[in-house]
């Protein structure tokens, strides 16, 4: 579909990349991928982390996370994401300035948010958040609204209290989704040895623990996983694969996490 030309509707950056920009083969594709990981009979979470790369590498592990979601079509309304900043040097946290995100599949209202100040530049051509909205809009309907925050160089803790801040904005309604690939571009065997030491440390709550080189979204990430030990929550692993599990080549891959986090007493049943 066209792009909106408007200075406040947020144009797709990445369609036709990352994901197919034909809105009938998006839909069935990523209506298929939920169906391939469901269906899922479980509490809603508190919180998911979701991966963020092209659809024919990640798109399984992230449906691990969406299909749980899509169980809960018509109670999510209000979903805050977070993630890297790519393309833009980001110092601390940027929500984006639009009122809505275009997609192949439609417009996706974004609600403002008075935690932390707005900036078009690590938004325009960011892909982490972006890849998200397609399964957001299968999942759960169009009647969600979207806040999408960009988190730069930042200390964890403060990266945790706006993620908490985000939260108590959102409402009852909303759920928290960290947007990371794991590690990039080692051989199969050692991009298994690294992501499982990172899922570990997510799993135990050491944020201090995970590396820079071994998740993208490193900042967005440790905050999310301080934000669950804080609040008493504990991230439970879905999945985890590399590009080379759906036809990558082994000899360079990147890693894919997907984890739901909640109270132990929902998340271990």
Do not use: N
Not at 254 to 267: C, H, Q
Request: aromatic share 4%.
């Amino acid at each position: 579909m066209p792009s909106t030309k408007s200075e406040t509707v947020r144009p797709p950056a990445v369609a036709g990349r990352f994901y197919p920009a034909d809105p009938d083969r998006l839909r069935r594709d990523v209506q298929r991928l939920i169906d391939e990981a469901g269906p899922v009979d479980e509490p809603l979470a508190a919180a998911y982390i979701a991966p963020h790369a092209g659809y024919r590498h990640s798109g399984p592990v992230a449906a691990q996370v969406y299909a749980r979601l899509a169980a809960h079509r018509g109670r999510v309304k209000r979903v805050v994401l977070v993630g890297p900043s790519h393309h833009a040097p980001l110092r601390g946290h940027a929500a984006a300035p639009y009122t809505g995100w275009e997609t192949p599949l439609g417009l996706v209202r974004a609600a403002a948010t008075a935690v932390v100040g707005s900036s078009r530049l690590p938004h325009e051509a960011e892909h982490s958040l972006e890849v998200q909205l397609p399964f957001l809009q299968v999942a759960l309907g169009d009647d969600i609204e979207v806040t999408p925050v960009a988190c730069g160089m930042s200390q964890t803790p403060d990266t945790a209290r706006v993620i908490a801040a985000l939260l108590e904005e959102a409402g009852e309604d909303a759920v928290l989704i960290c947007s990371t690939d794991l590690s990039h571009y080692h051989d199969q065997a050692t991009a298994e040895r690294v992501d499982a030491a990172t899922a570990e440390a997510i799993r135990s709550l050491r944020p201090r623990e995970i590396a820079p080189q071994h998740a993208c979204g490193v900042h967005a990430l440790r905050g999310t996983v301080a934000w669950a030990d804080a609040t008493g929550r504990r991230p439970r692993e879905l999945a985890r694969a590399t590009s080379a599990d759906t036809g990558g080549s082994p000899d360079r891959v990147v890693g894919y996490p997907a984890f739901a986090i909640d109270f132990p007493a929902v998340t271990d049943r």
